[in-house]
């Protein structure tokens, strides 16, 4: 298997998912299908809330706890 193969195993809320090996939080985000928006987002790794700004700074890995909430508004 090529180094650039390589999965780990990811906790997004709380359910197990595959993730290639060095994956960005931005990246993971656009692999599941969340919308970066400025508002109505919010992430966490492993309990700590990163700034969207830092996104793509931030890469995980095995065993990291990603939490995403996603505020709709209705009425």
Avoid at 48 to 73: C, H
């Amino acid at each position: 298997m090529s180094i650039f193969n390589k999965s780990m195993k990811l906790l997004v809320n709380g359910k197990e998912v595959q993730a290639r090996e060095g994956i960005s939080l931005l990246e993971l985000l656009k692999e599941i299908n969340i919308e970066v928006r400025p508002v109505g987002l919010a992430v966490a790794v492993n309990e700590e809330v990163i700034p969207k700004s830092r996104y793509g700074e931030v890469f995980l890995k095995e065993g990291d706890r990603v939490e995403i909430v996603n505020i709709v508004g209705g009425g």
